[in-house]
């Protein structure tokens, strides 16, 4: 007769795993005071603070950052800016800089110390500095280059009155995205009434016309294809996947809908789609799918 | 299809014949001699552009417009585009067919027209067609030498000429994706 205890000995893992992620915290913790100790900008620091909560894991949040940054790139439309993520990696970047800069500083003063082996953490921490920014700077520059695609269609959803929640310029956008938004779009709109626009007649110098027979205002093409990776994972309070269904064989999936044909299909998890973007838009946003 | 799209400017300004329904005075230039009026029955060939809203647009016509639909201004003939013979020598073989030479915006082209007239056929064939040659595209962009850019084969170029506009960036872009992957795969 066999006994299972894969419930008792979860209780016992568990247990262990809460004490090394105590035990973790603390480097974490010593390494924001001492990136503290070094910095000027501790006000600024305390600002944010109440904000975000601390809870948040450094790896976390650089993979959810990479997630993010992966959808925007493959995404047709502009996704909502992940506004708390995004204040603390740049913070975090501001500090790493400043650790290197008084790192090093400190090697310039006691020469004895410098041997190679003493200077591969600093290597390695610039390098996944550099990492790090170029993660960032990529996935600003693809939000910026389709802000300047969609800016009169962002421009015209902003300013409908029965969405004010959902498409909020500055829910969608960083304060200095909507900046870019609406200095671009306004010295754009100057070239073009200067250059053409005043020329024609009266009811011809609208852009964002949609009465002609083609409309002027580009939107996204929701029905683009994209390859997606379903990979599940959310569960809410009760614990379980409220979304998931399983499908004939008894495995886990999703089961969406293609509305123009008519046609249910199961997404299993750990699979590869190609599919229209408007059917798994909902479930990339919950974090359930993955587009690659 | 975008406002802006520079591929769907250029298609919308091919050629169509197609008939008028009414003498319109004014009108003469649109067949070469201005001043005069365009009769009933005239044919003549105008850019899609505007024949797409004339053939869907009637006049308005005060005493009996809500009895029956009015007739719009142009009736949209048959083009030689997707003559039945166009459309036979599709299907008895998409790869062989120069497509160049019959229309370069021939899909563009089609699809308006297929949504203008709903014709589920000629979409059937459409679609048909770009699987095939799609294949066939496929064959010829991965097909990529790393260190001599122009040493492409007799056949494949003469396959690239027959591509209309829509294929050769598809074309474009497969190459363009295979190159750079060989490229990282050899060179690091």
């Given at each position: 007769m066999s006994i299972d205890i894969d419930d008792i000995l979860a209780e016992l893992d568990r247990d262990t795993t809460a004490v090394e992620q105590n035990a973790s915290s603390y480097p974490d913790q010593s390494d924001r005071t001492q990136g503290n100790d070094v910095s000027q900008i501790r006000p600024a620091d305390k600002v944010v603070d109440p904000v975000v909560p601390m809870q948040f894991n450094k790896i976390d949040d650089y993979q959810r950052l990479v997630t993010h940054w992966k959808n925007e790139r493959m995404s047709p439309e502009l996704l909502p800016y992940p506004h708390h993520l995004m204040t603390r990696t740049l913070i975090r970047i501001q500090e790493r800089i400043e650790l290197i800069e008084t790192l090093s500083m400190g090697y310039l003063e006691d020469n004895q110390e410098l041997t190679v082996d003493s200077k591969l953490p600093l290597l390695c921490m610039e390098a996944e500095l550099e990492r790090l920014k170029f993660l960032v700077r990529s996935f600003i520059r693809c939000r910026l280059s389709k802000i300047d695609k969609y800016s009169i269609y962002l421009r015209q959803q902003s300013e409908l009155?029965?969405?004010?929640?959902?498409?909020r310029l500055d829910l969608l956008m960083s304060k200095e995205e909507v900046k870019y938004h609406m200095k671009h779009s306004d010295i754009l709109l100057k070239l073009f009434n200067n250059a053409i626009l005043k020329h024609l007649p009266e009811e011809l110098q609208a852009v964002n016309d949609t009465e002609g027979s083609i409309s002027m205002i580009d939107e996204p093409d929701w029905n683009k294809t994209v390859f997606i990776l379903v990979c599940g994972g959310v569960v809410d309070e009760s614990g379980v996947d409220s979304k998931l269904t399983t499908d004939d064989d008894g495995k886990p999936c999703y089961s969406v809908i293609i509305e123009d044909l008519n046609e249910e299909i199961y997404l299993l998890i750990g699979a590869v789609y190609v599919i229209r973007y408007s059917v798994i838009r909902d479930l990339m946003t919950e974090g359930r799918v993955v587009l690659i | 299809m975008g406002y802006y799209d520079i591929d769907d400017i250029l298609a919308d300004g091919t050629r169509f014949p197609c008939r008028f329904n009414y003498d319109v005075p004014g009108l003469g230039y649109l067949e070469g001699n201005p001043g005069r009026p365009i009769s009933k029955n005239a044919k003549l060939e105008l850019p899609l552009w505007m024949v797409h809203l004339l053939a869907v647009v009637g006049a308005q016509s005060n005493?009996?417009?809500?009895v029956e639909e009015p007739l719009p201004f142009v009736e949209l003939l048959p083009p030689d585009l997707f003559a039945p013979r166009v459309l036979n020598a599709i299907k008895s073989g998409a790869t062989s067919l120069d497509l160049h030479s019959i229309s370069p915006h021939f899909y563009t082209l089609a699809e308006k027209w297929a949504t203008l007239f709903s014709d589920k056929e000629l979409s059937q064939v459409l679609k048909d067609m770009l699987l095939e040659r799609g294949q066939e595209i496929n064959n010829h962009a991965i097909s990529v030498s790393m260190f001599s850019n122009c040493n492409q084969t007799n056949d494949s170029a003469v396959f690239l000429q027959t591509l209309d506009e829509f294929e050769k960036t598809i074309y474009r872009d497969t190459n363009v994706n295979c190159k750079e992957m060989k490229k990282w795969l050899v060179l690091k």
């Open positions: 009155p029965n969405n004010a929640g959902l498409s | 005493e009996d417009s809500r």
